[in-house]
């Protein structure tokens, strides 16, 4: 075979295998939530949860300084809780080990403030929580997982004009993560908004 024909076969064989490939990636990747969505997972909320945030950052900041539940993957959860209200996903790209978040994020910021000026979640308020993996100190992700959120928080009400006094932030860094199976997983590293509260 001359060299040329078998340059030829080789592109024709990559070309077969992107296409291939192409609508399995475009399958693997996430749908973009649209405010309907982000506002039916939010919403139902019967009654205000009985949950005291400064309570829980003390009781999470206590279980990391005491080493308590050291294994990751062994780790019960510090806020169960949050577990049986509604909430939202949102995996928010920030820079690394920091609390800036990247401007490719700001499209899916756009729709969470959407999402919390609709007219049905006005009488609601809300617990943006932080996580990160089990990757580094524990002490480091509660402190990048409040940071974090608090970052979030700042945005929705300075940038979006989000009430303050419908949005809390509460940072749990690994103690609750959301793939206990897979510790370093990435999407332990999702921020979560929380239904919390009914009313004034």
Not at 7 to 18: A, I, N, P, Q, T
Not at 57 to 79: F, H, I, T, Y
Not at 104 to 124: F, H, I, K, M, W
Not at 189 to 199: E, P, S
Request: net charge positive; glycine share 6%; proline share 7%.
């Amino acid at each position: 075979m001359q060299p040329g024909k078998r340059g030829w076969l080789e592109f024709g064989l990559l070309k077969v295998c992107l296409m291939v490939a192409m609508p399995a990636a475009s399958a693997l990747a996430q749908p973009v939530a649209t405010a309907e969505n982000m506002v039916n997972q939010l919403a139902g909320l019967e009654a205000t949860a009985d949950l005291d945030v400064a309570a829980l950052r003390q009781q999470v900041l206590d279980r990391v300084k005491s080493k308590a539940d050291a294994v990751a993957l062994k780790r019960p959860p510090v806020a169960v809780q949050l577990l049986k209200l509604p909430r939202l996903n949102l995996d928010i790209q920030f820079n690394p080990d920091s609390p800036v978040i990247r401007p490719e994020s700001y499209r899916t910021l756009g729709r969470v403030a959407d999402t919390l000026t609709d007219p049905r979640l006005l009488p609601y308020g809300f617990l943006i929580v932080g996580h990160t993996d089990a990757t580094g100190r524990r002490d480091n992700n509660l402190t990048l997982s409040q940071r974090r959120a608090d970052s979030l928080r700042d945005v929705l009400v300075t940038t979006f004009k989000i009430s303050p006094k419908r949005i809390q932030a509460v940072g749990l860094g690994e103690e609750q993560l959301q793939d206990a199976e897979h510790p370093k997983a990435a999407v332990n590293q999702q921020i979560q908004i929380v239904t919390v509260r009914k009313g004034p």
